[in-house]
Nanobody, 126 residues
Framework: QVELVESGGGSVQSGGSLRLSCAAS?????MAWFRQAPGKEREWVGT???????AYSDSVEGRFTISRDNNVNTLFLQINTVTPEDTASYYC???????????????????????WGRGTQVAVSA
């Protein structure tokens, strides 16, 4: 079992930046960020492997950066040039399996990740 705790959310003005963190209680292999805007389905933001290979959704490519520090089991999401469309709850997701049917950077479905945090809210004002 792995517990994931997100932090760093809050209110930010359009054009600003924010850095989210996700602390894992134990070893994780593949990790990802998802987000869910009010009234919408949860959507994939990006994925990072333990070897630091990343993949991003087209909607955030170039503005969001995912990183991780394996020494402290922590995942990060740097969000730059925010827009009101980035307003959402942001969720950290993880797996502990080193082998899975889908290579880590290609995982972008909620079913690909067995462990989830409770989310941290980001509100962007115009």
């Amino acid at each position: 079992q792995v517990e994931l705790v997100e932090s760093g959310g809050g209110s930010v003005q359009s054009g600003g930046s924010l850095r989210l963190s996700c602390a894992a209680s134990a070893y994780t292999s593949c990790m990802a960020w998802f987000r869910q805007a009010p009234g919408k389905e949860r959507e994939w933001v990006g994925t990072i492997s333990r070897s630091l290979t990343t993949a991003y959704s087209d909607s955030v490519e170039g503005r969001f950066t995912i990183s991780r520090d394996n020494n402290v089991n922590t995942l990060f999401l740097q969000i730059n040039t925010v827009t009101p469309e980035d307003t959402a709850s942001y969720y950290c997701a993880a797996d502990t399996r080193d082998y899975y049917a889908i290579p880590c950077p290609q995982r972008r479905e909620t079913r690909d990740f067995p462990y989830w945090g409770r989310g941290t809210q980001v509100a962007v004002s115009a």
